[in-house]
């Protein structure tokens, strides 16, 4: 954690009815000297995709939504690709990341502390219609068509929240809470800081080196007390969203977290609880993709090579400023590993992979 520049880790591993194996180290908050912990609640990353990805696959299982429709038909607005107007582009292209949907710079600048002020209609409408105040030259979508390659998509995960919003005509928070968060126990869980207990809420911090200083002195906006910004040091974001929230924002303990684990491990429910059919749950951890051997819906495929077998492991990782996150299970053994670190500094691949392999 010294090398690596990280204030605070924390991990659990998990079986299919409980944690077997919980570890947390350094510290959630360095001014206060406020030790890391499971229950700490703190941003995950784009590991929230996948539960934008569990509230379509519900719609999807009461027939609201149909995976090869065209996302027009949800939204209310046009959403088409300029360089490629004709290609329409789909609920299963976004799930998969083909939908040709560009992260643009306005994505990247919109990032503020605290809850976002912009509603996510507007955000997507201003960014992917051609009538919007964000959209320019098309700078929004990459030149490929819609369906001919893979290509990550936090916009295109955003949209997705709006189709949830429209058909299930609520906020995707408010839906997510009454039907994936409230039924698996994750009472403590929310999209948005105003619904959770941000007393409780892990620091995220930057470490400031040579390398990335003008970066940081070029988004200072994250850093709410202005303070002064020396190599060595570690500083401490806000706590911050940004209007696309459906990609990146549910903010959770590892302890909860591993709720929504266990229940995609025991095919969609837990303690009587079920968010998803098993055969939904089974569509999802499903390669989707000729020729691609690691997308299912929204879920990425992993594999362990050891000398005498190789193990498949589905999950989903997550990263922003101040924070880095993983998720990842075997669905086979119903065992799978989370962890939580306060600086995006770092990867989390081997650990995980340690954690997964060495702990009984």
């Given at each position: 954690?010294?090398?690596?520049?990280?204030?605070?880790?924390?991990?659990?591993?998990?079986?299919?009815?409980?944690?077997?194996?919980?570890?947390?180290?350094?510290?959630?908050?360095?001014?206060?000297?406020?030790?890391?912990?499971?229950?700490?609640?703190?941003?995950?990353?784009?590991i929230?995709?996948?539960?934008?990805?569990?509230?379509?696959?519900?719609?999807w299982?009461?027939?609201?939504?149909?995976?090869?429709?065209?996302?027009?038909?949800?939204?209310?607005?046009?959403?088409?690709?300029?360089?490629?107007?004709?290609?329409?582009?789909?609920?299963?292209?976004l799930?998969?990341?083909?939908?040709?949907i560009?992260?643009?710079?306005?994505?990247?600048?919109?990032?503020?502390?605290?809850?976002p002020?912009?509603?996510?209609?507007?955000?997507?409408?201003d960014?992917?219609?051609?009538?919007g105040k964000?959209?320019?030259?098309?700078?929004?979508?990459h030149?490929?068509?819609?369906?001919?390659?893979?290509?990550?998509s936090?916009?295109g995960?955003?949209?997705?929240?709006?189709v949830?919003?429209?058909?299930?005509?609520?906020?995707?928070?408010?839906?997510?809470?009454?039907?994936?968060?409230?039924?698996?126990?994750?009472?403590?869980?929310?999209?948005m800081?105003?619904?959770?207990?941000?007393?409780?809420?892990?620091?995220?911090?930057?470490?400031?080196?040579?390398?990335?200083?003008?970066?940081?002195l070029?988004?200072?906006t994250?850093?709410?007390?202005?303070?002064?910004?020396?190599?060595?040091?570690?500083v401490?974001?806000c706590?911050?969203?940004?209007?696309n929230?459906p990609?990146?924002?549910?903010?959770?303990s590892?302890?909860?977290l591993?709720?929504?684990?266990?229940a995609?491990?025991n095919?969609?429910?837990?303690?009587?609880?079920?968010?998803?059919?098993?055969?939904?749950?089974?569509?999802?951890?499903?390669?989707q993709?000729?020729?691609?051997?690691?997308?299912?819906?929204?879920?990425?495929?992993?594999?362990?090579?050891?000398?005498?077998k190789?193990?498949?492991?589905?999950?989903?990782?997550?990263?922003d400023?101040?924070?880095?996150?993983?998720?990842?299970?075997n669905?086979?053994d119903?065992?799978?590993?989370?962890t939580?670190?306060?600086s995006?500094?770092?990867?989390?691949?081997?650990?995980?992979?340690?954690?997964?392999?060495?702990?009984?």
């Amino acid at each position: 954690m010294t090398e690596k520049k990280i204030p605070g880790f924390a991990a659990c591993k998990v079986g299919n009815d409980r944690i077997i194996w919980s570890k947390a180290y350094g510290q959630a908050n360095i001014e206060k000297k406020t030790p890391m912990s499971i229950d700490g609640i703190m941003n995950i990353g784009s590991i929230s995709k996948t539960f934008t990805t569990t509230a379509i696959m519900q719609l999807w299982e009461k027939g609201k939504i149909k995976l090869e429709a065209e996302v027009n038909d949800y939204v209310g607005f046009t959403v088409r690709n300029p360089k490629f107007p004709d290609k329409p582009i789909t609920i299963f292209q976004l799930l998969t990341h083909t939908s040709s949907i560009r992260d643009g710079e306005s994505y990247n600048h919109s990032y503020s502390c605290g809850d976002p002020t912009i509603s996510l209609h507007d955000w997507i409408y201003d960014n992917l219609n051609e009538k919007g105040k964000l959209f320019g030259n098309g700078d929004n979508f990459h030149d490929f068509a819609p369906g001919e390659k893979e290509k990550y998509s936090n916009v295109g995960f955003g949209l997705l929240g709006l189709v949830v919003e429209k058909v299930s005509k609520q906020p995707l928070n408010i839906y997510c809470r009454n039907f994936i968060f409230n039924p698996l126990g994750m009472n403590k869980t929310g999209w948005m800081l105003s619904e959770v207990d941000t007393n409780n809420y892990i620091t995220p911090y930057a470490f400031v080196t040579k390398e990335n200083l003008n970066e940081l002195l070029e988004n200072k906006t994250l850093f709410p007390k202005n303070p002064e910004l020396k190599e060595g040091s570690f500083v401490a974001h806000c706590l911050y969203s940004f209007p696309n929230y459906p990609d990146g924002l549910v903010r959770t303990s590892i302890r909860e977290l591993s709720y929504f684990l266990r229940a995609m491990m025991n095919g969609g429910q837990l303690n009587g609880a079920r968010i998803l059919n098993e055969s939904t749950v089974s569509k999802m951890l499903t390669l989707q993709i000729e020729g691609n051997n690691h997308r299912g819906l929204c879920w990425a495929k992993t594999e362990y090579k050891l000398p005498d077998k190789t193990i498949t492991l589905w999950g989903h990782g997550g990263g922003d400023p101040g924070i880095a996150t993983s998720l990842l299970f075997n669905p086979i053994d119903k065992t799978g590993v989370i962890t939580f670190q306060n600086s995006e500094t770092g990867g989390t691949g081997d650990i995980v992979r340690r954690i997964y392999l060495e702990v009984k």
